[in-house]
Nanobody
Framework: QVQLVESGGGLVQPGGSLRLSCAASGSISGFNVMGWYRQTPGKQRDLVARIFEGGTTVYADSVKGRFTISRDNTKNTIYLQMNSLKPEDTAVYYC????????WGQGTQVTVSS
């Protein structure tokens, strides 16, 4: 059973930065793709960024140039560095990993507010 545990969320002022972490219970080297999604109340869960096993990355247009996804296979962890945060980035952020099935973490709240 794969477990994904997110951390690093919190309250930050507009223009600030946060780094989210997603630690997997086992090796992440076998995951075809891992990524971050976000969701606000009453809306669908949307892709923020994903990283493929070969290192290719994909970003939502709304976060390009501000967010960076990375993975550390030695720590079985992926990260989302979020800079220049805006109030519209406020959401619950979920980690996702695909290896046959799509696995999800529990989510971590990110609130951008002054």
């Amino acid at each position: 059973q794969v477990q994904l545990v997110e951390s690093g969320g919190g309250l930050v002022q507009p223009g600030g930065s946060l780094r989210l972490s997603c630690a997997a219970s086992g090796s992440i080297s076998g995951f075809n793709v891992m990524g971050w999604y976000r969701q606000t109340p009453g809306k669908q869960r949307d892709l923020v960024a994903r990283i493929f096993e070969g290192g290719t990355t994909v970003y939502a247009d709304s976060v390009k140039g501000r967010f960076t996804i990375s993975r550390d296979n030695t720590k079985n962890t992926i990260y989302l560095q979020m800079n220049s945060l805006k109030p519209e980035d406020t959401a619950v952020y979920y980690c996702s990993a695909v290896r046959g099935l799509n696995y999800w973490g529990q989510g971590t709240q990110v609130t951008v507010s002054s």
